[in-house]
């Protein structure tokens, strides 16, 4: 009943900027975080960023001072700002929610994901 939308993954050249959006929507949908994880082929999926309700935030140390997490409350959706790519960074990124809805428990939810490739 909840689903995540993600939009803004694409080919950059090293240096280069993305912008990640993600919508979620449901009924009567109450988001407690949000947040970005990436999978990188024969890699385990891993954090990369995520945001609580409150506004704190917390980054993995590749992506410290390079990406920005924030989010927009009143519409449920969450931003992942990237700055000075790296091949590295080459991966599908996954959107994720914890929540809960007015007929379910607080569940995660997850995106289907969004390619983003950086060139060398």
């Known amino acids: 009943q909840v689903q995540l939308v993600e939009s803004g993954g694409g080919l950059v050249q090293a240096g280069g900027s993305l912008r990640l959006s993600c919508a979620a929507s449901g009924r009567r949908l109450s988001i407690n975080a949000m947040g970005w994880y990436r999978q990188a082929p024969g890699k385990q999926r891993e954090l990369v960023a995520r945001?609580?309700?409150?506004?704190?935030?917390m980054y993995a140390d590749s992506v410290k001072g390079r990406f920005t997490i924030s989010r927009d409350n009143a519409k449920n959706t969450v931003y992942l700002q990237m700055n000075s790519l790296k091949p590295e960074d080459t991966a599908v990124y996954y959107c994720?929610?914890?929540?809960?809805?007015?007929?379910?428990?607080?569940?995660?939810?997850w995106g289907q994901g969004t390619q983003v490739t950086v060139s060398s």
């Open positions: 945001i609580r309700s409150g506004g704190s935030t």
């Open positions: 994720n929610a914890d929540g809960y809805t007015s007929d379910s428990d607080l569940s995660t939810y």
